[in-house]
């Protein structure tokens, strides 16, 4: 059974600052990662799609490395601002369903 | 639509009662997932649609949950005689497969 986990599980930056993310997964036999944000209360937005062939994908401040050789992905926000304040859920897709890891809840401070 | 819908938003049943939770996933879409998020827990798979069938059913966590889908569109979950530990927040997602899951804002279902 595929294991997701996401390291730091909470963290404060000052505005500002760069923040990484990082997901490990047990199974590297992926089709994809994705990367979301959940505000409170809300559903999840999807941030970046990483197919299993690539090894990045850019948007805008945000940037997500995908390594599936040794089951690690992280998730890069540059010059973090307060509305980058979420909990961030990486999701790896195999067999038509996502397996989620539990989070990494953000704070920036202003 | 513009994005998946679901609803109600919000459901308290008691304990022992049946309820329905719908999604209304983004058109043209032909996969459809169901997920569930308890307090403190990760989001975990349920189910997942193809069209109308259900190819994957096998997070469906007993026989009181089922879910159908008609029309390649409009999805319902059941849960029959509820209990307590039913209570969560139920995610609904679609995609053109196999791509981004798209979901919707949930139904957080409390059970008394």
């Known amino acids: 059974k595929q294991e997701v986990t996401q390291i730091p599980a909470a963290l404060s930056v000052p505005e500002g600052e760069n923040l990484v993310l990082n997901c490990s997964f047990t199974?590297?036999?992926?089709?994809?990662l994705q990367w979301f944000r959940q505000d409170p209360g809300k559903g999840l937005t999807s941030l970046l799609l990483i197919q299993s062939s690539q090894r990045e994908q850019t948007s805008g401040r945000l940037n997500a490395s995908l390594d599936k050789s040794s089951g690690r992905s992280t998730l890069y926000i540059a010059a973090s601002q307060p509305g980058d304040s979420a909990t961030y859920l990486c999701?790896?897709?195999?067999?038509?369903?996502?397996?989620f890891g539990k989070g990494n809840q953000v704070v920036v401070i202003p | 639509g513009a994005g998946v819908s679901q609803s109600p938003s919000n459901k308290v049943t008691e304990k022992g009662k049946d309820v329905e939770l719908r999604c209304d996933p983004i058109?043209?879409?032909?996969?459809l997932y169901w997920y569930r998020q308890s307090l403190g827990q990760g989001l975990e798979f349920l189910i997942y649609f193809q069209g109308n069938s259900a190819p994957d059913k096998s997070g469906l966590p007993s026989d009181r949950f089922s879910a159908e889908r008609t029309g390649g569109s409009v999805s319902t979950l059941t849960i029959q005689r509820t209990q307590q530990e039913d209570s969560a927040v139920y995610l609904c997602?679609?995609?053109?497969?196999?791509?981004?899951?798209?979901f919707g804002p949930g139904t957080r279902l409390t059970v008394l």
């Open positions: 058109s043209g879409h032909t996969a």
């Open positions: 997602a679609s995609s053109l497969v196999p791509d981004t899951q798209y």
């Open positions: 199974d590297s036999a992926i089709y994809n």
């Open positions: 999701a790896v897709g195999e067999n038509n369903r996502l397996a």
